[in-house]
């Protein structure tokens, strides 16, 4: 009969079905509790607007603006109806290399963040897996990353991998991975501890499918939460080694005009729209993503309990 919906048995469906139904079930209770966090929505709506920015930014802003030999306005002209942000010391639109300086800041904050949450998670999950020799090991190299200052490392190297945009994304995703390995491998040794581990090492699963089919989707909530943070922190490692003058030169980022308008004397000129518009864009995207973080830090672990 037509109009009705049939209800579906849950004993005719496939125990991956019967998977896969619990995590959509699950990642929707997640939407609904984010939804309802203010903050959350409120960095998530401000994470956007920069995407969006990124985004667009080839269709609001020619790329022959970041040209020197093609600027158009004066030297260090304030802000106006034609340049809303002022003109640096070489008469470019300061809007446009903010508008595409997002796009490098960002490419560079979200790479370098997939390089270290890949090393983090497998490094965190080994390490709290295995016992004996392998993940001693794993442990004490762990520790020696975190012990050693990032900054230093990171100066060093980029200085000796060269001034590029993958090497940047590399260095920074190479260096910034220790935190995250040891929050996943204290959730790794929680998750060991549960029934359905020790039904699958009975049951005869190996290291690799006890890893990947029970750790891993146990510990990916973890996973997320901690993404959001590290972006921010990415962003932030990229401005700051931009501003060192360790970036690529090709490449327009935030930390590159801040480098450009102090090496250029805009304070001493009085130019502040060339050095506030970039670096508040660098607090607002870093407060963004920590606002995402922490709500779905809240949601998953809402006692403070967790690992």
Do not use: K
Request: proline letters at 5%; aromatic letters at 8%; a positive charge.
């Amino acid at each position: 009969m037509t109009g009705q919906t049939t209800a579906v048995d849950p004993r005719t469906l496939s125990p991956r079905a019967i998977v896969w139904a619990r995590r959509r079930r699950a990642w929707g209770r997640l939407a609904g509790q984010f939804r309802r966090n203010r903050a959350g929505m409120a960095g998530l709506v401000l994470m956007g607007l920069f995407v969006l920015l990124a985004l667009l930014t080839p269709l609001l802003f020619s790329s022959s603006e970041l040209d020197v030999t093609q600027a158009t306005g004066g030297v260090y002209d304030p802000p106006s109806a034609q340049y809303w942000l002022g003109t640096d010391d070489s008469g470019r639109n300061v809007l446009a290399l903010v508008a595409w300086g997002s796009r490098i800041s960002l490419l560079v904050g979200l790479c370098a963040t997939v390089i270290s949450m890949v090393i983090g998670t497998a490094v965190g999950i080994m390490a709290g897996h295995y016992r004996g020799v392998f993940g001693g090991l794993l442990d004490r190299f762990t520790d020696w990353f975190l012990v050693i200052p990032f900054l230093p490392l990171a100066i060093v190297l980029a200085t000796v991998l060269g001034r590029s945009l993958l090497n940047i994304i590399i260095v920074i995703g190479v260096t910034s991975w220790p935190g995250t390995a040891r929050l996943i491998r204290a959730q790794t040794l929680s998750v060991e501890g549960r029934p359905y581990l020790e039904r699958a090492r009975a049951l005869g699963a190996g290291n690799t499918h006890q890893m990947t089919r029970h750790v891993l989707p146990n510990v990916m909530p973890l996973v997320l939460a901690n993404t959001t943070l590290a972006v921010s922190i990415s962003i932030l490692s990229e401005t700051t080694l931009s501003f060192l003058g360790l970036g690529d030169p090709t490449a327009v980022s935030w930390g590159s005009i801040l480098d450009d308008a102090f090496s250029a004397g805009a304070i001493s000129q009085g130019a502040w729209w060339y050095l506030a518009p970039p670096g508040i864009c660098v607090v607002l995207v870093v407060l963004a993503f920590n606002l995402v973080g922490r709500a779905l830090e809240d949601i998953l672990d809402p006692h403070g309990q967790g690992a």
